[in-house]
């Protein structure tokens, strides 16, 4: 049991995942995205966030099951390895974010949709990651609030899907 501790910690520490002194279970901030570790059941983490964005009013556009793909497809590849015991990306707009954000600059339109990415890795069962990608605040003052937002919309479904 503490030799899988161990092993677990030096995996995040050396993979980046989670920076020297940070608990496991704190938002990851990266320049260009925002990754959670949560200690769960995928199914659960995965449902939650679908219902964190169906709470705000959000229909979901897909769902990519791309641990899914990525094993069926392996093998036409010349690949061996499983990476994902389940990954899937949900994709979903808000109309009145997004409409914020591109009428404030319509080349905005590249920030949508946005997508969270709930994941499992073989190494660590029952450790599920979320992560987005940030927005970058770019533009002139109005783009920029949009853009931020974006981030807060974010942030907002994956800390109340975890809580």
Not at 78 to 107: Q, W
């Amino acid at each position: 049991m503490r030799i899988s501790v161990v092993m677990s910690i030096l995996f995040l520490v050396f993979t980046g995942v989670v920076h020297a002194g940070a608990p496991a279970e704190e938002f990851v901030q990266r320049d260009y995205m925002t990754t959670k570790v949560v200690h769960d059941k995928f199914v659960y983490v995965r449902d939650a966030i679908k219902e964190a964005i169906g709470d705000r009013g959000i229909k979901i556009n897909n769902i990519s099951h791309i641990g899914n793909m990525l094993e069926r497809t392996k093998g036409a590849v010349g690949a061996t390895k499983t990476v994902y015991l389940n990954a899937e990306a949900i994709e979903f707009c808000s109309s009145t974010i997004s409409r914020a954000t591109m009428e404030a600059d319509p080349h905005n339109i590249t920030f949508c949709p946005y997508i969270i990415a709930v994941y499992e890795i073989p190494e660590q069962p029952g450790t599920i990651y979320i992560s987005y990608r940030k927005p970058l605040l770019v533009g002139d003052e109005k783009s920029r609030k949009a853009l931020e937002a974006v981030g807060d919309l974010l942030d907002g479904i994956v800390h109340d899907a975890t809580q």
